[in-house]
């Protein structure tokens, strides 16, 4: 099997690599089995979220709703921080 990537992602590879002294084939065989180990349960995950949205348990927000609650609640946390 053959892999592409973008030329970015080629890079962070080669560069982590270096810094691991472990091999890329090393790297990204490792990456694709975690990921194809977590993907079952992520699917489930997310069919029970659709299913809770659909029967009206859980109410969707809209996305910059959601990114604006998230700056808010960052800005907060650095004045308190101060």
Do not use: C, H, W
């Not at 990537?5 to 982590?16: A, M």
């Not at 091999?23 to 029970?48: F, H, K, Q, V």
């Amino acid at each position: 099997m053959e892999l592409r990537l973008p030329p970015e992602q080629e890079l962070e590879i080669r560069e982590l690599s270096n810094v691991t002294g472990r091999g890329t084939d090393e790297l990204i065989t490792e990456a694709i089995t975690e990921y194809l180990e977590n993907l079952p349960e992520s699917r489930r995950m997310l069919e029970r979220r659709y299913d809770e949205i659909k029967i009206g348990r859980v109410k969707p927000i809209d996305g910059e709703e959601a990114f604006a609650k998230l700056r808010e609640k960052s800005a907060a946390r650095r004045i308190l921080s101060k």
